[in-house]
């Protein structure tokens, strides 16, 4: 079952025409690094894709994978709401 966070994470202007992705689930979250990511590298970057994989897996909280995808979006200078 999918778990979706109760406080969901705003990305501005990272969507495909430059619109803002509303983040609420590990799953989503790894989908915005994978496919709307503004940046190709970055050490917070592949922290958060191992803490996403992991929660998919179990190994880690949800709330882990939310922090990370915040962590990310800080390093690579993505506006957000969270």
Same mark, same amino acid.
């Given at each position: 079952?999918? &778990?979706?966070?109760?406080?969901? $994470?705003?990305?501005? %202007?990272?969507?495909? =025409?430059?619109?803002?992705?509303?983040?609420?689930? #590990?799953? %989503?979250?790894?989908?915005?690094?994978?496919?709307?990511?503004? =940046?190709? *590298?970055?050490? #917070?970057?592949?922290? !958060?894709?191992?803490?996403? /994989?992991? $929660?998919?897996? %179990?190994?880690? &909280?949800? =709330? *882990? %994978?939310? &922090? !990370?995808?915040?962590?990310? /979006?800080? =390093?690579?200078? $993505? &506006?957000?709401?969270?």
């Amino acid at each position: 079952m999918r &778990k979706t966070w109760s406080k969901p $994470v705003i990305l501005h %202007g990272i969507g495909e =025409e430059g619109e803002d992705v509303v983040v609420d689930s #590990a799953l %989503g979250a790894s989908w915005a690094l994978i496919e709307d990511w503004p =940046e190709e *590298d970055g050490e #917070a970057l592949d922290k !958060a894709l191992l803490v996403l /994989a992991a $929660v998919a897996q %179990g190994k880690a &909280k949800e =709330e *882990d %994978g939310r &922090k !990370a995808l915040i962590a990310a /979006a800080l =390093e690579a200078g $993505v &506006k957000i709401t969270a």
